[in-house]
């Protein structure tokens, strides 16, 4: 996905630059059942008065609400739309299950309207599917991680995220069930019952 840039015609021009939108569906609108209402505050307190200045104004967003646990394993969903979503700085991806249950997830490079993904122990480790990261293949690009089992994916959440599953000094992994993860410098040990997306989150431009 590609960075906008601009013509020079004023000073602060000069640098700006935005997405430039590709691969989404801009037309499509937000599920209605997975959206909600985001409350504005602008910059008031419970007395209504002014405590932080310069808030306030702006269009209104609402909440996509993200499947970020991946907890329906063994069936099978279609990529409906890659949509924008204003409240992250990467793109999301609506899913429909076969039994007609639809879900907002992170959407990684290389996901497509009409690919399939699934979740589960046993699933093809390929972009988009979520597992535990005891069945990742070393050196895999995951994002989207649990910090505890069963908790939703915390970390590697934002555009252009990554990590990669190394083993801890090369240890045997029969013997060894703690993984070693690298996110923006942070180093994370993380247990293999933990479950990953596969991928790197888009756009990858504004990591």
Do not use: W
Not at 31 to 45: F, I, M, P, T
Not at 56 to 82: C, L, P, S
Not at 174 to 182: K, L
Request: aromatic share 6%; glycine share 10%; charged share 25%.
């Amino acid at each position: 996905m590609a960075i906008k840039t601009f013509k020079p015609t004023t000073p602060s021009r000069r640098h700006m630059t935005v997405s430039a939108f590709e691969g989404i569906d801009k037309k499509a609108k937000p599920e209605r059942s997975l959206v909600e209402s985001q409350k504005k505050h602008a910059g008031r307190n419970s007395y209504g008065r002014i405590t932080v200045r310069h808030r306030g104004g702006g269009n209104k967003v609402k909440y996509r609400i993200i499947d970020f646990k991946r907890d329906k394993t063994g069936v099978e969903a279609t990529v409906a739309h890659i949509e924008y979503d204003p409240n992250r700085t990467c793109r999301i991806a609506l899913i429909e299950y076969k039994d007609g249950e639809k879900s907002y997830i992170l959407a990684p490079t290389g996901l497509q309207v009409g690919m399939k993904v699934e979740s589960g122990q046993k699933v093809a480790p390929k972009v988009g599917n979520a597992m535990p990261l005891k069945n990742v293949p070393l050196g895999t690009s995951v994002h989207n991680i649990e910090i505890r089992p069963g908790s939703g994916g915390k970390v590697a959440r934002a555009a252009g995220q990554q990590a990669y599953d190394i083993l801890v000094n090369g240890a045997d992994p029969a013997t060894t069930p703690i993984f070693f993860f690298d996110v923006s410098n942070l180093s994370l040990v993380i247990n293999e019952e933990n479950a990953a997306e596969l991928g790197i989150t888009i756009p990858e431009e504004l990591k």
